[in-house]
């Protein structure tokens, strides 16, 4: 019988933590492997991320233990058979949760009960996080909006630029053309005159 040791590796590991990063799988078990995102400091503008993982398995004898686990039996140079599996990172958007009535105390817990020394309740922790995405959810639409106003302001300036620089060939009375046709027909002129 065999079982599978795994490996996850991540393009980004100062942003998100792996835990357990490598273990044992056994034939149909399985494993829970722990993706934490490390606090950002500004939400991404676009929900698109370059961030990627990549899962590793490898078959090993049974009976082997996570201590037996290298970075060698990942390598394919060596000869191993690995499977791999790559997983790209997409943010979502929270969904809004229906907003739970204040005066509504009919099958809630008591109030004060989630909290003996004064912090706060569960609930308000949970208003206060969805509050806070909401707010950053509204705050990126708003950004996308100023970004795509400002740059249809950039083409309109350009538009504008290039109708003042037309507009000024136009007005100008006497074409470059008609200019270069004078000159030539003077120098005609004089040398027809000067014989």
């Not at 907003?99 to 949970?126: Q, Y």
């Amino acid at each position: 019988m065999w079982c599978n040791h795994v490996q996850v590796k991540t393009t980004n590991p100062k942003k998100y933590s792996v835990r357990p990063n490598a273990g044992i799988v056994l034939p149909r078990s399985t494993s829970d492997i722990i993706v934490t995102m490390q606090a950002q400091k500004e939400a991404p503008v676009e929900l698109q991320s370059k961030d990627k993982f990549l899962l590793q398995s490898v078959k090993a004898p049974d009976g082997s233990t996570a201590k037996d686990i290298s970075p060698e039996m990942f390598s394919k140079e060596a000869g191993n058979i690995v499977e791999e599996c790559k997983l790209r990172v997409v943010y979502v958007v929270p969904q809004r949760t229906p907003p739970i009535p204040e005066g509504s105390d009919e099958g809630s817990s008591p109030k004060g009960s989630a909290s003996d020394n004064g912090n706060s309740n569960g609930f308000a922790v949970t208003r206060a996080f969805n509050d806070s995405h909401e707010k950053s959810y509204e705050e990126k639409k708003l950004a996308e909006e100023v970004e795509k106003a400002l740059q249809e302001n950039r083409r309109l300036r350009e538009e504008l630029e290039q109708l003042r620089v037309s507009a000024s060939k136009k007005s100008g009375g006497i074409s470059f053309k008609v200019m270069i046709l004078v000159a030539i027909l003077s120098i005609l002129l004089g040398y027809l005159l000067n014989r």
